[in-house]
């Protein structure tokens, strides 16, 4: 009997801290453990909490305390090695134990749900026998796999960078390392973008390993996320492959990590815990004593900054394993075809031209924007001048109310112009392209032939992203207009041309990324074409063909994309230099959100004056407002995130946001909208 703990210490999935003394009831003492979930009065309601300490003692005046009311579970939902990575996650992402360890959960078990009931129609992911061997690896592939096979018999923790282009073998160094863990009887993760976790993946490794593979993400119902996480737990799975949330897979004994596409931006989630997957999980794999890799053929500056300073060991694998080459890429300058055929038009002659050869040969096309119809930013259509704030290095944003330019970082803000300051003409556009202009022109010049536009305008279904690439895949389409959707993941053997439309628009974005992100698209669209026999073609629309990002991006040239993007980080203080937090305060009335947020940058500046944090702004957001509330944001830099979120918990200890209001914390934010 465990009566000697009367005593529970509980969290709760709501935005206090906690954790929340309770007193076991006597029939509940011999049966309740850390990481089951229980019933708990908190605040006039009765809620889902959990058990996170188990005490002798309870903190406060035991006449206060109240009682549990049940439990939920028999076994622990959360492991000692989950229930310790939380913490660090409420810690370093500024939320609440409860909150963090929500994201943990299974979306089925939530709200005190125990189980779901499959629906009868649902079959689990068809289970089969391994049917495939490794292959023999090259010599790069060897290199990679004996230094990260030395850290796997250790058992430590270390983490690898493997920088490898699409098809240079990444996937099957990793098939190899997750053989070698198993064999030690370990389990683990391997998470990828939502995007990239197609079929095709997830068959590779079931070839490999059979039902030793579990997959969770959010193409699964409920249900079928609910048993696949149940096989996990169980032991019955030694590997997954997953999303984001997959990191809290609930794995024994996790050997190995891997981070594949580690740049990526859907690794961070926006909602509450904002936490970003491969920080978390490498977090994770600290505790445990695993190994991790992280693989991408675009870095992230944070984690090729890492390598060089010798926290990770950087692994390359230089070449193609089919010896393909890259396909020949053409940058058409935007400037120059203004000049000529005097008015702006979405294709430029030789991007019409090799469109239509490539249709006459019944080949097919991607074209590819960026984004949606985000259009605030400015440049000139003659010079290619982007207007920024000379402080930030930031695209200034047109908020068209107030007839301004602003910087959403610090405030600074110039008054509205058509001129550009550079060249002195009037031609400063205002407007980008959609998906939606570029289809349509693409319909009007190119009648014959099927068009298809895929956005996230388009794809609102769960299985229409699936049924897109298939048609596309059984030559139904022969041009398929897209966001950075249809930029990676994927071979289409008959795609030969691929044409960037604008590829300022990443360029162009208020975010200090905005390079980083064109060059990582530029690159991945890239590798789109010319994956069958066909030779590929590539052509890259710019009105800043001379930008380092547009060019190195356009030579698969990561080194020198690196060594110019790091000088301009560490000039301006932006990650990896410096950590950011965004605090965006939100809120209906105007004067409100602005006097707050005042306030609040000033009592930080105060708190902050003796530490190396430097608080930017208040500025209006770049969408000023949404669904009818403003939205004001502040940016701090500091060196460290713990010490950010302790300096903003200090602050907010007697300085309370008003009721009305709502504030945002974002730790190592992605994009500052
Ligand atoms: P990446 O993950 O870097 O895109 P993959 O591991 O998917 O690369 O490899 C690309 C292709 O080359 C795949 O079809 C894979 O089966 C094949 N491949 C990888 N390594 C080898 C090897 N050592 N020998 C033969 N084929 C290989
Ligand atoms: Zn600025």
């Not at 162009?508 to 010319?530: C, H, I, M, S």
């Not at 980080?569 to 990650?575: A, N, S």
Request: charged share 25%.
């Amino acid at each position: 009997m465990n009566t000697d703990f009367p005593y529970a210490q509980i969290v709760f999935n709501l935005p206090v801290k906690g954790p929340f003394d309770y007193i076991v009831p006597p029939e509940l003492r011999n049966k309740i453990k850390r990481g089951v979930r229980v019933w708990a009065p908190f605040g006039g309601r009765t809620l889902v909490g959990y058990v996170v300490g188990l005490s002798g003692k309870p903190g406060v005046d035991i006449s206060r305390l109240k009682q549990i009311k049940s439990l939920i579970d028999a076994e622990p939902i959360i492991d000692a090695a989950l229930l310790k990575l939380s913490k660090w996650l409420s810690k370093y992402y500024f939320c609440s134990p409860g909150e963090a360890i929500e994201a943990a959960i299974p979306g089925g078990l939530k709200k005190g749900r125990t189980s779901v009931k499959p629906r009868l129609q649902e079959k689990s992911p068809e289970a089969q026998e391994a049917s495939k061997s490794p292959l023999i690896l090259n010599s790069e592939q060897k290199t990679a796999l004996r230094e990260i096979s030395i850290s796997i018999e250790k058992s430590q923790f270390r983490v690898f960078l493997l920088h490898g282009i699409t098809g240079s073998g990444k996937t099957e160094v990793y098939l190899q390392a997750i053989k070698m863990v198993l064999e030690k009887d370990k389990s683990a993760i391997l998470l990828v973008p939502e995007i990239s976790l197609t079929p095709q993946t997830v068959e590779r490794f079931r070839e490999r390993f059979g039902k030793k593979v579990a997959t969770l993400h959010s193409r699964l119902t409920a249900g079928q996320r609910f048993e696949e996480w149940k096989k996990v737990k169980e032991g019955r799975c030694p590997i997954v492959i997953g999303a984001r949330s997959a990191v809290f897979a609930p794995v024994k004994k996790l050997g190995l990590l891997i981070i594949d596409e580690e740049h990526e931006t859907t690794y961070k989630q926006e909602d509450v815990p904002r936490y970003n997957a491969r920080d978390a999980g490498i977090a994770r794999a600290r505790e445990a004593g695993a190994t991790v890799i992280l693989g991408s053929a675009t870095p992230s500056l944070e984690s090729f900054y890492n390598t060089s300073k010798y926290k990770y060991k950087l692994l390359s694998l230089n070449e193609r394993v089919d010896g393909r080459i890259l396909p020949a890429t053409k940058i058409v300058d935007m400037r120059e075809e203004l000049k000529i055929i005097k008015r702006f038009s979405v294709f430029s002659r030789m991007l019409e031209e090799a469109i239509r050869e490539r249709l006459k040969r019944k080949e097919q096309i991607i074209l590819f924007l960026n984004r949606r119809g985000f259009s605030t930013f400015i440049h000139c259509r003659r010079c290619g001048l982007v207007l920024k704030c000379k402080r930030c290095s930031i695209a200034l944003t047109h908020h068209s109310g107030k007839r301004k330019l602003i910087c959403h970082y610090c405030n600074y803000s110039a008054p509205y112009t058509e001129i550009c300051p550079q060249c002195k003409n009037a031609y400063l556009g205002y407007s980008g392209t959609g998906t939606q202009k570029v289809e349509s022109e693409a319909a009007r010049l190119f009648p014959a032939a099927r068009i298809e536009r895929m956005d996230t305008d388009t794809t609102t279904t769960r299985d229409s992203h699936r049924r897109f690439l298939s048609a596309f895949k059984k030559g139904e389409i022969d041009i398929l207009v897209g966001t950075q959707m249809i930029a990676k993941g994927l071979d289409f053997p008959r795609v030969t041309l691929v044409g960037v439309i604008m590829a300022d628009t990443a360029l162009n974005l208020p975010d200090f990324r905005a390079a980083e992100r064109t060059f990582q698209l530029l690159t991945q669209v890239a590798g789109r074409a010319g994956r069958g026999d066909k030779k590929g073609e590539v052509i890259i629309q710019t009105f800043a063909p001379e930008n380092y990002a547009v060019s190195a991006g356009s030579r698969h040239d990561y080194h020198a994309f690196y060594e110019k993007e790091i000088t301009y980080r560490r000039e301006l203080g932006y990650p990896p230099f410096l950590h950011l937090i965004h605090l965006t305060l939100r809120g209906k009335k105007e004067e409100r959100v602005v006097q707050t947020i005042q306030k609040l940058a000033l009592r930080l500046k105060t708190a902050s004056a003796a530490s190396k944090a430097e608080v930017l702004g208040p500025a209006a957001s770049p969408i000023p407002r949404i669904r009818g509330k403003f939205r004001w944001s502040l940016v701090l830099k500091i060196p460290t995130p713990i010490q950010g979120t302790q300096l903003l918990e200090n602050v907010l200890k007697d300085f309370k946001i008003p009721p009305d209001l709502n504030l945002r914390v974002d730790v190592d934010p992605l994009g500052m909208m």
